[in-house]
């Protein structure tokens, strides 16, 4: 219910506010943001989305956990900040224990950059403009770490601490040319330690109940920071049935005694909820079939609050398709199902065209990654 996922936010509730509830949206592809918009009925057309992005910029991509891109309600964007130099540091650790990597080199790529992102600049032109040894590549580590070469590692340094912005788009929130510039308004990015006290009512906000060890990986943190964030909000312990772990719960928890209603929903690839709940929501046989080797959870049929199944696009077509993993489906259930799909379809098929990460057939590489600058 927290996550909009039963009824939608009231009306008019800006699309910051439901993205701040949900505990930000990440971003394997563009469109996982108006995928999981439309799916908690908070996006009917692409409009708002794009003029939040866009033009009010009441939303922002910003980098976060997980060496992720997320997109997340402005005023949050450093504390989301916070936790992609936490981990960009121990990207930039294992990178240094295999590549050759000296302070001179990264203060020369910084300071070439810098110079050049005077003015905005996508990442091809970087490419052509930058000194040969800012590209040099960081092998194989690299890219494990999303940093192919010295460039994109540097850059993804000046991003994370807010001396570079990502240019909005002009029109479409989903438009994958991403520009870089230094900010004219450079942001402050608080320390991880500072960080983790916010984000820890946010995040239990948005996910509660949830084991301890969800909301340590979701941020990095080792299980006794985890612990303390948790315990300064006043934050406590409660057993849920079918979760062997201890479960975390804010101080204002309260449990629904009346039965709910759950109705189908088909969430995107690494929806906020399925991103830390995947294990809580699915059995293990369809918990296997609905992640994806390089970008984790995908696209999940949700039917009575567990994931039963996975979804696909097919773009000729222009047609959602389920595929149930789950036995013992109901009729009436299958019917909601294909209702909610066909619903989806339109929205696609009139708002977005395309659906990376979400075809018939999924493609290997990152719609966001920026034409090897690894970001």
Same mark, same amino acid.
């Given at each position: 219910?927290?996550?909009?996922?039963?009824?939608?936010?009231?009306?008019?509730?800006?699309?910051? =506010?439901? &993205?701040?509830?949900?505990?930000?949206?990440? !971003?394997?592809?563009? &469109?996982?943001?108006?995928?999981? !918009?439309?799916?908690?009925?908070?996006?009917?057309?692409?409009?708002?989305? =794009?003029?939040?992005?866009?033009?009010?910029?009441?939303? &922002?991509?910003?980098?976060?956990?997980?060496?992720?891109?997320?997109? &997340?309600?402005?005023?949050e964007a450093p504390v989301c900040r916070a936790f992609a130099v936490a981990d960009l540091a121990s990207r930039e650790a294992r990178i240094a224990a295999s590549v050759s990597l000296t302070a001179r080199d990264l203060d020369a790529t910084r300071e070439a950059l810098r110079s050049l992102l005077r003015e905005p600049h996508t990442a091809e032109e970087l490419r052509a403009k930058l000194p040969t040894e800012a590209l040099r590549s960081l092998g194989d580590v690299g890219k494990r770490n999303g940093a192919p070469t010295l460039a994109a590692l540097v850059l993804k340094q000046l991003w994370a601490s807010g001396e570079v912005w990502r240019v909005p788009p002009a029109s479409r929130a989903d438009d994958p040319t991403s520009r870089w510039q230094i900010d004219p308004h450079p942001r402050s990015t608080p320390s991880a330690a500072d960080a983790v006290g916010f984000v820890a009512a946010r995040w239990l906000g948005a996910f509660a109940p949830a084991p301890l060890k969800s909301f340590a990986a979701a941020f990095g943190l080792a299980t006794g920071r985890a612990k303390s964030a948790l315990e300064s909000i006043g934050a406590y312990e409660v057993s849920v049935e079918g979760i062997d772990e201890a479960c975390w719960v804010p101080k204002d928890f309260a449990v629904h005694a009346e039965r709910v209603e759950l109705p189908p929903r088909l969430l995107p690839v690494r929806d906020p909820l399925m991103d830390v709940h995947l294990s809580s929501l699915a059995n293990p046989i369809v918990a296997r079939a609905v992640t994806t080797r390089a970008h984790g959870v995908g696209a999940t049929l949700l039917v009575n609050g567990e994931a039963h199944g996975a979804w696909a696009y097919d773009e000729g077509g222009r047609k959602v398709h389920l595929r149930w993993v789950s036995s013992g489906i109901s009729a009436e259930t299958a019917r909601a199902a294909e209702l909610e799909a066909s619903k989806l379809s339109a929205f696609v098929a009139s708002e977005l065209g395309a659906l990376p990460l979400h075809t018939v057939v999924v493609p290997r590489a990152s719609a966001v990654s920026e034409l090897g600058m690894g970001v």
């Open positions: 219910m927290r996550q909009w996922l039963v009824t939608p936010p009231p009306a008019k509730t800006p699309l910051s =506010d439901v &993205v701040s509830a949900i505990g930000w949206i990440p !971003l394997p592809s563009l &469109v996982t943001a108006p995928l999981a !918009l439309f799916a908690r009925g908070a996006l009917r057309e692409r409009a708002p989305l =794009d003029e939040a992005v866009c033009k009010s910029h009441s939303l &922002v991509i910003s980098p976060g956990p997980k060496g992720t891109s997320w997109l &997340v309600a402005a005023q």
